[in-house]
């Protein structure tokens, strides 16, 4: 998991530009839909520039939504967003490109699933005037966004990980307890505050471990984890001893911690691999030296 950039560009010109890829519906009757949503730009800009404002100064936790939204209007701006179309799949092309041509396509919420959706960091069943809203829109899974739902704060304090805007924490914070027992490896993630990480930041984290599940997921992609990492060691049995293939795939992991950050949990179970003697009684086992 590793923070985003947010979208660099003018909030209210992409909002008109969703706009003006509206077509008319066949037999669609007066007043048109899109005129519908015209007349309503005075209002959205007026919501946007609270939105940017209170992104700006990191206070989205004290957003409350515009109660003179009709249903009818609720359910127009809804219509708004469509994830297929042109502006919103630029949009999250724009934010998952990174230097040197290279595209974080995997979703930052899990680090599990391709990202095929965006999910509304601010639910846009409750703040409807930020539906479009490209600083509001985050790349993940669907898995992820299914999960989320409409959760965002609770007990003054937020369920998810905004990861244009908490910075995570370069500390570890995901670790793996590992045995190796009747020739099976058991394998549960947990998270622990062992760095003195913001306690504040520590709850959000939590939170959003709970609400995606993910120890539950990350321990259901363990077996493949532990099968791919000892293919690695397995191949470079070849030309190097058990020990020095351990110190070179630890190695390995460490540059990759730069690139997927200090918590992905591929890298926290095969650093925990590296040094722990479950991983090394199988090793045994398996006559690897």
């Known amino acids: 998991m590793i923070n985003l950039n947010s979208y660099s560009g003018d909030s209210i010109l992409f909002l008109q530009e969703v706009i003006n890829s509206k077509k008319r519906g066949k037999g669609e009757q007066f007043p048109f839909y899109k005129d519908r949503i015209k007349l309503l730009i005075p209002f959205l800009s007026n919501a946007y520039k609270v939105y940017d404002t209170a992104f700006t100064s990191n206070k989205l936790l004290y957003l409350a939504p515009l109660p003179s939204i009709n249903a009818n209007q609720k359910d127009d701006l809804l219509k708004l ?22 595209e974080l396509n995997t979703c930052q919420y899990c680090t599990i699933n391709d990202v095929n959706t965006l999910d509304h960091i601010v639910p846009k069943e409750c703040f409807p005037e930020f539906v479009v809203h490209p600083k509001n829109l985050i790349p993940v899974c669907s898995e992820c966004n299914s999960y989320k739902s409409n959760k965002w704060v609770k007990g003054g304090n937020f369920e998810f990980i905004n990861l ?7 500390q570890q914070f995901l670790y793996v ?22 306690a504040i930041l520590f709850n959000i984290i939590k939170n959003h471990y709970d609400n995606l599940k993910l120890l539950n997921r990350f321990q259901g992609k363990a077996n493949q984890v532990i099968s791919e990492f000892e293919n ?33 949990y ?11 003697l479950a991983f090394m009684e199988y090793c045994s086992d398996k006559g690897y030296k």
């Open 266 to 276: 591929e890298n926290v179970l095969k650093l925990t691999l590296c040094s722990s």
């Open 232 to 264: 690695t060691v397995r191949g470079s049995l070849i030309k190097l001893s058990l020990k020095d293939s351990l110190e070179c795939a630890k190695a390995t992991i460490v540059y990759e911690q730069s690139r997927l950050g200090m918590n992905h």
């Open 177 to 198: 307890d590992l045995k190796y027992t009747n020739s099976t490896f058991s394998v549960k993630y947990f998270l622990k505050n062992t760095h003195n990480i913001d």
């Open 164 to 170: 244009y805007l908490h910075k995570l924490p370069y």
């Open 81 to 102: 967003y469509k994830y297929g179309s042109k502006p919103f799949i630029r949009l999250k092309n724009a934010i998952i490109s990174l230097p040197n041509d290279y």
